[in-house]
């Protein structure tokens, strides 16, 4: 079977798909901003998926197929991340700038997120964990299934 577009997002629509099976094809978040790419479900069924320019990455949630009785949908795997809580925007404008300096990726949560404070996310590394340690910013170490996939960091100079 070939996936050529995500037919919608468990997450937005949990009781329209209530009573059927569902498979699951398990993606580490890396896999999530790939367009075309070979996958195996939790149940062994090969799947082809071939999405058009344009499409957007993949999400945790993502409906591949659907039939009478079965779901296929996208699991993503925790991420190992850094959650950063800076006590001020001072404090957190120097964490983010020596971060982008490193070309590292974050994501940015409100209070209202499930993080339920304003924090900073990015992916796990040592270097970026001892920097936080030795200048006194507040950070947890996480497993966490992230919205969006990080995306490396193209730059030139």
Request: one cysteine or more; charged letters at 25%; aromatic letters at 6%.
């Amino acid at each position: 079977m070939i996936i050529e577009k995500i037919l919608g997002n468990l997450h937005e629509q949990p009781n329209h798909y209530a009573g059927r099976h569902k498979e699951k094809v398990v993606l580490p978040s890396a896999l999530l901003v790939k367009r075309i790419q070979r996958v195996t479900t939790d149940h062994g069924k090969e799947l082809g998926i071939r999405l058009p320019t344009g499409t957007g990455d993949l999400r945790d949630g993502d409906i591949l197929a659907v039939d009478d009785h079965n779901i296929i949908v996208v699991s993503v795997l925790p991420t190992d991340v850094l959650v950063i809580a800076a006590r001020s925007i001072h404090e957190m404008g120097i964490v983010a700038h020596s971060l982008g300096n490193r070309h590292l990726q974050a994501q940015f949560f409100d209070s209202s997120s499930e993080y339920g404070g304003e924090v900073m996310v990015c992916q796990y590394d040592h270097t970026v964990e001892d920097y936080l340690k030795s200048v006194g910013v507040p950070y947890d170490r996480q497993e966490r299934v992230m919205p969006v996939a990080f995306r490396h960091a193209e730059h030139s100079h």
